[in-house]
């Protein structure tokens, strides 16, 4: 079966560096996200991103975080200066039709950790 | 906007037992509802949902969920659970256009005791 593939897995950073995660979706998916869950709160939206361009963003995705999709296989999530409320777990999601969230496929995540 | 509630951040059950997780959601709007579950050490993965239809939806491992509307609840059931079901459970809706990301619950932690 079809996987959304996250790497890596876990990433520990100092406070003000910059990391990027990264996201390899499902090869004939056109549509991806960003999900993020701090330990202990809810799953939440960070951002939705279609035909090379952010279609909707929470409030969450401030200045600090980007996305792109610097080839035909990649997703990447970029947070320029992270902070320490920036620990969390990442996921990566991509479905086939916006119109379906029935339709996503969720990656198993990236830990981060900002010390 | 819509919002989820899963009052129960952690529930233990003994092997064999039946189990209820409960989620209630708000919206203003028709909504789908969908029950994820997370295995350690995994993603996500889809265990059922509510498009339309029969208000009782079913998984192949044995959970069901109904939909009530008046209650606005999607509570996830088993009567019987394994061991293999520890697990994170997440309940999440979206509008019925589909257009809005999935807004999910805090998730609540089911331990199955031996």
């Known amino acids: 079966e079809p996987e959304v593939t996250q790497t890596p897995s876990h990433q520990v950073t100092q406070m003000g560096q910059e990391v990027i995660l990264r996201c390899v979706p499902i090869?004939?998916?056109?549509?991806f996200y960003w999900y993020r869950q701090i330990l202990g709160q809810k799953v939440e939206f960070l951002v939705s991103?279609?035909?090379?361009?952010?279609?909707?963003k929470s409030e969450i995705f401030d200045d600090q975080f980007s996305v792109e999709r610097p080839d035909g296989s990649n997703f990447t999530l970029k947070i320029r200066s992270t902070k320490l409320e920036d620990s969390a777990m990442y996921f990566c999601?991509?479905?086939?039709?916006?119109?379906?969230?029935?339709?996503?496929?969720f990656g198993s995540g990236t830990r981060l950790t900002v010390v | 906007a819509q919002s989820v509630t899963q009052l129960d951040s952690q529930v233990p059950v003994f092997e064999e037992a039946p189990v209820e997780l409960r989620c209630n959601y708000s919206?203003?709007?028709?909504?789908?509802l969908f029950w994820y579950v997370q295995y350690p050490n995994q993603g996500l993965q889809l265990l059922l949902k509510?498009?339309?239809?029969?208000?009782l939806v079913e998984s192949i491992n044995g959970f069901e969920a109904e939909f009530n509307k008046s209650q606005t609840s999607f509570h996830l059931r088993k009567p019987s659970v394994h061991i293999s079901d520890t697990a994170e459970y997440f309940c999440?809706?979206?509008?019925?256009?589909?257009?809005?990301?999935?807004?999910f619950g805090k998730g609540t932690r089911l331990s199955v005791i031996a």
């Open positions: 999601a991509s479905s086939a039709l916006n119109t379906a969230p029935y339709g996503y496929t």
């Open positions: 090869s004939n998916h056109l549509y």
């Open positions: 991103f279609y035909n090379n361009e952010i279609s909707e």
């Open positions: 919206s203003s709007v028709s909504v789908y």
């Open positions: 509510y498009l339309s239809g029969s208000t």
């Open positions: 999440a809706v979206s509008d019925h256009t589909g257009n809005t990301p999935l807004v």
